[in-house]
């Protein structure tokens, strides 16, 4: 099992989430300044990322490819 740490934190204009990969885990920040289904739809983005395996994949380009099919 791992752990998803989720945070309100403002981020920068344009960026609605980012995730990191922890120890033992992922930290998952969401921007507050979206609706309330934003920031679910933002949330969900995340897991898919997460589900994907997408942090061992070696570009950005490739995995916001994949993840937008």
Known sequence: MIDIFTYLVELPDGINEAVLSCV???TVYIDPR???DGMK???EHALHHIQNADFEKSSVQEIE???HK
């Open 24 to 26: 033992g885990g992922y």
């Open 34 to 36: 979206q609706s309330n």
């Open 41 to 43: 739809r933002s949330y």
């Open 65 to 67: 490819s994949q993840a």
